[in-house]
């Protein structure tokens, strides 16, 4: 099955690849200038405020003015930067994550003005692992972005969202092993095939939920946003960009933020396919154009539930937010890929009673939430005694008696009698009385 799926790609005219590659630009764009408006309408609809509801009909061209309004913008490059890395830093950045979306599949085998092709660009045996590596060359536009800058603020944002990428694209690859493991193929069009009778998921739920937290931290979205925090770095590593190369980073953060949700979406929820089992009643919900409206259905649930936590929670400290994804999260994943090892090969074998598999599961998933949910204590901080009141710096004198109890005593001002009015006169107009 792995080879026929394969072996649909690497056949197309130069003119479909042309035009599929068209597309995708083209509906990256469309998608982005769409979740920007989303994300403001349903963060005003939280706060009960109203949100854009000037240019066009709802608002919708609220994204498109914004991106006019960027453009022709001053491009400001400050003094101190470093002006060829300063410009390529956002380009690097926006075409990482245009390219990644090559190797994710829309749909099935259709017929494309005459052409049968499948409705995906490209497709390898290493699909997934591609897309990984493209996410992390986008790591290096972020943080030339803010070394280049010149600025400290630029710097720090640039070293916060490196370290926080870095780290969290460690569990988030760990948390894909599983899904290798039960689909025997890193391509993405051979794990939407496996995904045929069950997503995984519902049968790896420990990875799926791993991977939804490591998505949110690798695309510095609230609550995960630290490299942006504006009360500490002003914005983070984009402080000094402006016009169009500051448009280049936004339009990257909403693409990547598609990119990680069409991930979740191929890898976990059987991508293409129909959902709920729809295919069952309808056996052509998964044929021709249709199964397109299923995977941006499931793509944009993801979107919503980006928005729904950054109108909900707050934001993180940055050294507990790296503890969590190092001391937490990258342990789990490891000890969840032994089990689900362990499983598989135990059940492609048929060397145990499946009642003893389940028994180990259930142990394994109370491991699990003991893992996540019980932190370390660490050592008690030994109490400090307070310095004997000596009556100055730092320690007040203690009243008389005493500390005081109930409520404070009335205050009491001095009576003064009244100014005569030809006094009162004789001030100048700026003086108080």
């Known amino acids: 099955m792995a080879d026929d799926t394969l072996a649909e790609f690497g056949h197309d005219p130069w003119w ?39 240019n066009g009909p709802f608002g919708l061209l609220q994204s498109l003015a914004d991106g006019v309004k960027l453009a022709l913008k001053e491009d400001i490059v400050p003094t101190a930067a470093d002006r060829v890395v ?27 003005f005459g052409v049968e092709t499948p409705l995906q660009l490209t497709d390898m045996p290493v699909a997934v692992l591609f897309v990984m590596a493209i996410a992390s060359v986008g790591i290096y536009g972020i943080v030339l972005g803010g070394w280049s800058s010149g600025s400290t ?84 590593f984009h402080t000094e960009y402006s016009s169009l190369k500051f448009a ?32 069952q009643i309808w056996p ?15 793509l944009l649930f993801f979107i919503f539930f980006f928005i729904w936590l950054r109108g909900t929670l707050p934001r993180l400290r940055y050294d507990q937010f790296m503890a969590f994804g190092w001391k937490r999260l990258i342990p789990v994943s490891l000890v969840w890929i032994v089990a689900v090892a362990t499983i598989r090969a135990v059940s492609l074998e048929g060397g145990i009673d499946r ?44 009243p008389a008696g005493g500390a005081v109890r109930g409520a404070a005593k009335p ?12 006094a009162a006169a004789t001030r100048g107009a700026g003086e108080e009385i």
Do not use: C
């Open 355 to 398: 009642r003893y598999l389940l028994i180990g599961i259930g142990i394994l998933a109370v491991l699990f939430l003991v893992l996540f949910f019980v932190g370390d204590r660490g050592e008690e901080p030994t109490a400090v005694e307070p310095p004997a009141p000596t009556g100055g710096f730092p320690v007040p004198p203690m």
């Open 248 to 279: 280049l980073f936004f339009l990257a953060e909403y693409i990547n933020m598609a990119t990680v949700s069409a991930l979740a979406t191929t890898l976990f929820l059987g991508g293409w396919r129909a959902p709920f089992w729809i295919d």
């Open 411 to 422: 205050l009491t001002f001095e009576s003064r009698t009244p100014m005569t009015e030809p």
């Open 86 to 112: 300063f410009v390529l830093a956002p380009i690097i950045s926006a075409t990482a994550a245009f390219v990644t979306f090559a190797v994710i599949p829309f749909g099935p085998v259709v017929n494309f």
């Open 16 to 54: 479909v690849i042309g035009l599929k590659t068209l597309l995708i630009f083209l509906v990256l764009v469309l998608l982005t200038l769409f979740n920007i408006w989303w994300e403001r309408r349903v963060v005003a609809r939280m706060q009960h405020r109203i949100g854009p509801n000037v």
């Open 284 to 298: 052509g919900a998964n044929e021709g154009y249709w199964p397109v409206l299923w995977f941006f259905g499931k």
């Open 153 to 236: 603020y630029s710097l720090l944002g640039g070293l916060r969202s490196s370290a926080q990428m870095i780290s969290y694209e460690v569990a988030m690859g760990l948390a894909l092993v599983a899904v290798f493991l039960y689909a025997g193929s890193m391509s993405t069009s051979e794990i939407v095939a496996a995904q045929k009778d069950l997503w995984f998921g519902l049968i790896l739920v420990p990875s799926f939920v791993i991977y939804v937290i490591a998505m949110i931290g690798e695309t510095n979205r609230a609550p995960f946003d630290l490299p942006e925090a504006e009360g500490e770095l002003v914005g983070g």
